[in-house]
């Protein structure tokens, strides 16, 4: 088979099968440029764009993407002919090894001009040669996955961003809570985040309720609840929604008229964009699942409930402090990678409690490399004798550090609410479409 026919093949298993094959694309880290054929770049890049769009991927739709991006294909049967040589989807993988090894052949051809420069430049001394050949063997291992850029490449989507944010607080994915986004900026794309707390605090339910206004929103939302069966996690989230008080119900105390709205919720809710996992999972499954999300449902943002369950509890050979130093370094990397948000839950240590102080970063629990490898990180935890409780901002490598956002605890509901407070007379948060209030230095959220 040529490596014309593989990659028409591999483009047309994308058009029949795209959520394994895309997968599997992702898994190989390919890219436009991966693709000799200049035909096979334009489908493969509309494949893509029709994917993060939502829309289903297939002969039609990657078609009217052409169209719609203006760009047209030099033979204009370039997508029937992918559709006649993909024989079966069951041979993707073989189909995407052949491309991406093509590519990494053509890659290392061309980078066999620089490397006899190397070692033609006699002023070098022999461990120079040696180091600047390491150097190329390395830029050849990565070229398929990194491109090298200059600050005015990234000015279009900085400014789309800012431009975006301006009047609502927040860069990328908003937070259901107002103070969050004037605190984080709301949550960044390529970034991990935790929120740790104590067990029962709600935390599963902070993390819920933000993915709930979310999917809302518009955002594709990936929730793995490790801690909760997912028949509860999806009910609380429906309970949420329809202000239903589940723990009555769990305990036979509901009213018709409740269940009717419970039932009538999971109806409307049923295609609500939040795609759940209820599994013990390692840290090798959540890397395969997040991709897969990413591939089949555009994922914007992935919760992680919670980091002290992911499986196994001890690497071999590690310690726990290791063991979660290595599951940490993983999701930071992960987000970057596939351009997404996580947000991990993270149980506390009980030690403050011995001295009744309040929590601070150096509790999370079992490895202080999960508080290193945060860019953000909020502690929730309850306030002495007043009933609410604080989400206080702990780390913000994107900010401003420090502040709190007071915080309602709806019980049996599932979810959190912000208590909205004044500050020298005045409600911190404007109406829809006014300017944000700058906030005074001593005033909490």
Request: hydrophobic content about 35%.
């Amino acid at each position: 088979m040529s490596i014309i026919q593989s990659e028409r093949a591999l483009l047309g298993a994308c058009l029949q099968d795209p959520n394994r094959t895309l997968f599997e694309c992702a898994k190989h880290g390919m890219s436009a440029e991966s693709f000799l054929d200049g035909d096979n770049k334009k489908i493969y890049d509309a494949i893509q764009d029709t994917a993060k769009a939502g829309r289903g991927v297939d002969i039609v739709t990657v078609g009217a993407t052409l169209k719609a991006n203006g760009v047209k294909l030099n033979d204009p049967a370039s997508l029937t002919l992918c559709i006649d040589a993909c024989v079966t989807t069951a041979h993707m993988e073989f189909y995407a090894a052949e491309v991406k090894k093509e590519a990494t052949r053509r890659n290392a051809k061309s980078s066999l001009g620089d490397v006899v420069e190397i070692l033609s430049d006699e002023t070098q001394s022999p461990n120079e040669v040696l180091e600047n050949l390491q150097v190329e063997i390395s830029h050849l291992i990565a070229k398929d996955n990194i491109e090298i850029k200059q600050i005015k490449d990234f000015k279009e989507e900085v400014i789309t961003q800012l431009r975006a944010a301006k009047g609502k607080g927040f860069i990328g994915i908003p937070s259901c809570f107002k103070g969050v986004n004037q605190r984080w900026g709301g949550y960044r794309r390529q970034v991990v985040s935790y929120l740790g707390g104590w067990k029962g605090t709600g935390k599963s339910t902070f993390q819920r309720t933000e993915g709930l206004f979310q999917a809302g929103e518009g955002f594709n939302v990936g929730l793995l609840t490790m801690e909760d069966p997912g028949e509860q996690a999806s009910k609380n989230l429906v309970g949420a929604q329809v202000s239903c008080n589940v723990f009555n119900l769990d305990c036979g105390y509901g009213t018709d008229n409740q269940l009717d709205r419970m039932e009538s919720g999971f109806d409307e809710m049923g295609e609500i964009p939040i795609y759940m996992v209820d599994s013990i999972l390692s840290i090798d499954q959540i890397e395969a699942i997040a991709q897969l999300m990413k591939s089949r449902y555009a994922l914007d943002i992935l919760y992680v409930d919670h980091a002290q369950l992911i499986h196994p509890y001890q690497m071999k050979g590690m310690n726990r402090n290791d063991t979660m130093a290595c599951y940490s370094s993983r999701l930071a990397s992960l987000a970057k990678r596939i351009d997404i948000h996580i947000n991990c839950a993270s149980q506390l240590s009980n030690a403050h409690q011995t001295n009744g102080r309040k929590p601070n970063l150096s509790d999370l629990r079992d490895s202080g490399a999960l508080g290193q490898d945060a860019r953000q990180v909020a502690l929730l935890y309850p306030e002495e004798g007043s009933g609410y409780f604080t989400w206080e901002n702990v780390k913000n490598n994107n900010g401003k550090q420090g502040g709190t956002v007071r915080m309602n605890r709806v019980d049996g509901q599932q979810r959190f609410e912000q208590v909205v407070s004044t500050c020298e007379g005045k409600t911190k948060w404007p109406e829809d479409g006014e300017e944000l209030i700058p906030t005074p230095p001593d005033c909490e959220f």
